[in-house]
T-cell receptor
Framework: KQEVTQIPAALSVPEGENLVLNCSFTDSAIYNLQWFRQDPGKGLTSLLLIQSSQREQTSGRLNASLDKSSGRSTLYIAASQPGDSATYLCAVRPYGNNRLAFGKGNQVVVIP | EPEVTQTPSHQVTQMGQEVILRCVPISNHLYFYWYRQILGQKVEFLVSFYNNEISEKSEIFDDQFSVERPDGSNFTLKIRSTKLEDSAMYFC??????????????FGSGTQLSVL
């Protein structure tokens, strides 16, 4: 069974610092990996999707890398802003099925 | 931008009652999903639906649960006899289909279900 772990569970950074969020998964046989953002009491917003054949994806200040063989992904957020405060969820889609396996999230607070 | 719409945003029910959670997926999407998140826990998969039938379901999705696409736009989750442990945020999601862009999942804002 695929297990997804996110470290750290929570972190606070001053505005302007770069954020580094880590995700690890136990089974490298994945189809893709997605990073989501979740605001309190709200739904999930897809940030980046990386196919298993890709090494990274970028969107604006966000960059996500994928090392499938070691079962790791990292989400970088450059020059953090208070509006980046949220929980960031990592989810993998294993080969052979259509369900996403989620991590518990990295809860981020960016201090003005 | 198109979005997934869920109603109601909050639902309070008595144990043993039936509830129906409603979703309007993005109009040209082909795959539909229900996930749930119990407070403080991971988001967990319940069921996926494609071509008017269930394509996959988890161990959680037992006989008390059912899904339906009654018309061309709505997608519903029914819980026949709710239990206390069904209290959670229920998320509907949709995706366009296979392929790099189409596999992004778009989630609704969720229905917070409280079973008393």
């Amino acid at each position: 069974k695929q297990e997804v772990t996110q470290i750290p569970a929570a972190l606070s950074v001053p505005e302007g610092e770069n954020l580094v969020l880590n995700c690890s998964f136990t089974d490298s046989a994945i189809y893709n990996l997605q990073w989501f953002r979740q605001d309190p009491g709200k739904g999930l917003t897809s940030l980046l999707l990386i196919q298993s054949s890709q090494r990274e994806q970028t969107s604006g200040r966000l960059n996500a890398s994928l090392d499938k063989s070691s079962g790791r992904s990292t989400l970088y957020i450059a020059a953090s802003q208070p509006g980046d405060s949220a929980t960031y969820l990592c989810a993998v889609r294993p080969y052979g099925n259509n369900r996403l396996a989620f991590g518990k999230g990295n809860q981020v607070v960016v201090i003005p | 931008e198109p979005e997934v719409t869920q109603t109601p945003s909050h639902q309070v029910t008595q144990m043993g009652q039936e509830v129906i959670l409603r979703c309007v997926p993005i109009s040209n999407h082909l795959y539909f999903y229900w996930y749930r998140q119990i407070l403080g826990q991971k988001v967990e998969f319940l069921v996926s639906f494609y071509n008017n039938e269930i394509s996959e379901k988890s161990e959680i999705f037992d006989d008390q649960f059912s899904v339906e696409r009654p018309d061309g736009s709505n997608f519903t989750l029914k819980i026949r006899s709710t239990k206390l442990e069904d209290s959670a945020m229920y998320f509907c999601a949709s995706s366009g289909g296979q392929g790099a862009t189409n596999e992004k999942l778009f989630f609704g804002s969720g229905t917070q279900l409280s079973v008393l």
